[in-house]
């Protein structure tokens, strides 16, 4: 699945009532456009400071309001915009940046695509020079840098904005069943029983996706073996997904498949057309595991459901006798920004300049919260106070707590892995699920691409 399509990455925001779009990427492959006074494609590349990003708004205004903010106040040094779509700048990006013509700012989901730009030394080592921008660095959410960090040192540095994995649910269906929304994985499992003797499904869940299940696999992992143990996978570890915990989890996963814990045909069922949303909102399934971005689709979509007060949400509870921290969330941290090592060392310091004083302002800051998200800065939180709708601010003082507070938000393994071992993983879930494949089997087939 795209790291960043509109259905996937972001949420609606409501504020005062209002609907504002909130996408945090555009679909589709055409592109490239220019703003004023920018260069398009690889000549940019050579030409001064230059910055590629996404099309798409209101983050595309956003990202051209920074821009503009710097120029006017550096007309001997502006930086030069091109912008993409989506498609076309992952296309285009990492063919860029492997000939040597990448621009000076790379805008980018950190993980293992930031992790092959290190490696093929094609990225700027930020560690001491951001060790120095000490107001900056404590302004972040800590949780956000491990997907900036390859081998202990930092090559990115966040931004944007956070959004976790939630598990919502339908109060009114666990008042027909009499029960409470479940506090550990052994209440999930004794209300899957209670909720289909009501014939209502326990979980929606959009599984011809693919990386709608991985979700379930992120928090299980965590949960009872703590996150050493993706991590271990990640850094390359040999026989990682043959690790106890691992095992575990798969087990569990396949044990709440066989329960009935999915509505029946989940794995015909898409995310992008919102029908697995459409399961919770109409009282047809009881929870469902997804993103923060859905947020806003169950709002505008689900008549009353938001508004009359009807939707719960959580963080994924903890497994019994599990090693994990049950504050531990994962999702998407944050969006990322890296200099290319290509850059002539005006344009590296010029870049330096641009990530410390204009991604993550005051400005800024308001613009991303006015929009409906949570940005990656503690400093969020004092700007929730003018949502004015109740329940929108609730749910986002819900997504910065989670956020803020998470001891680890791991990325989307879609995103952390790099892209053989992320097809070779989404592709062995989908058999997961569908329990053509043992867990035992799904750990053979992913060990075989480690390091990949």
């Not at 020079?129 to 302004?139: H, Y």
């Not at 939707?311 to 998407?332: A, E, I, Q, R, W």
Request: charge should be neutral.
């Amino acid at each position: 699945m795209d790291p960043m399509t509109t259905s996937r990455r972001t949420f609606l925001g409501f504020v005062g009532g209002g609907a504002l779009a909130a996408g945090l990427a555009a679909c589709g492959s055409s592109g490239p456009s220019s703003t004023p006074g920018s260069t398009t494609g690889a000549a940019a590349a050579g030409t001064g400071t230059t910055y590629w990003f996404l099309t798409g708004q209101p983050q595309q205004a956003i990202r051209e309001a920074q821009v503009k903010r710097f120029n006017d106040a550096n007309s001997g040094s502006k930086i030069k915009t091109t912008e993409f779509q989506n498609d076309a700048f992952k296309a285009k990006i990492k063919t860029a940046i492997g000939a040597g013509q990448g621009p000076t700012l790379i805008w980018g989901w950190g993980g293992g695509g930031l992790k092959s730009y290190v490696e093929a030394g094609q990225v700027e080592d930020l560690t001491d020079w951001f060790n120095q921008q000490t107001d900056l660095k404590n302004s972040i959410f800590p949780s956000a840098f491990t997907a900036a960090t390859v081998n202990g040192k930092l090559y990115a540095v966040p931004g944007e904005t956070v959004t976790p994995i939630v598990l919502f649910y339908d109060k009114r269906s666990f008042e027909k069943i009499g029960a409470e929304p479940p506090q550990s994985w052994g209440d999930i499992m004794d209300l899957v029983p209670k909720f289909n003797e009501k014939g209502i499904a326990p979980f929606s869940l959009g599984g011809q996706s693919r990386w709608t299940n991985m979700m379930w696999l992120e928090f299980l992992f965590d949960r009872i073996g703590g996150s050493e143990v993706f991590q271990n996978i990640y850094d390359g570890k040999k026989d990682g997904w043959s690790d106890p915990s691992a095992l575990k989890a798969l087990d569990e996963m396949q044990k709440l498949i066989k329960a009935n814990g999915f509505v029946k045909g989940f794995s015909s069922i898409t995310a992008d057309s919102n029908a697995d949303q459409a399961l919770l909102y109409t009282g047809k399934a009881a929870m469902m595991l997804h993103g923060a971005w859905t947020y806003g689709n169950m709002k505008s979509s689900g008549k009353d459901f938001v508004t009359g007060g009807h939707l719960g949400y959580m963080n994924f509870p903890p497994v019994d006798g599990g090693k994990g921290d049950p504050s531990d969330t994962v999702g998407n941290p944050g969006q990322y920004m890296s200099i290319s090592s290509k850059a002539t060392q005006a344009d590296k310091d010029n870049a330096k300049k641009f990530i410390a004083n204009n991604t993550l302002d005051d400005a800024t800051v308001d613009a991303w919260v006015k929009s409906g998200n949570i940005p990656v800065v503690k400093s969020a939180k004092d700007k929730l106070s003018s949502i004015t709708d109740k329940n929108d601010a609730a749910w986002l003082n819900f997504v910065y707590d989670t956020a803020a507070n998470a001891k680890n938000f791991a990325q989307s393994w879609d995103q952390a892995l790099s892209p053989t071992q992320a097809e070779t993983l989404l592709d062995n879930i989908a058999k997961l699920f569908q329990l053509s494949i043992s867990p035992q089997q799904f750990a053979d087939n992913m060990n075989a691409v480690i390091g990949q």
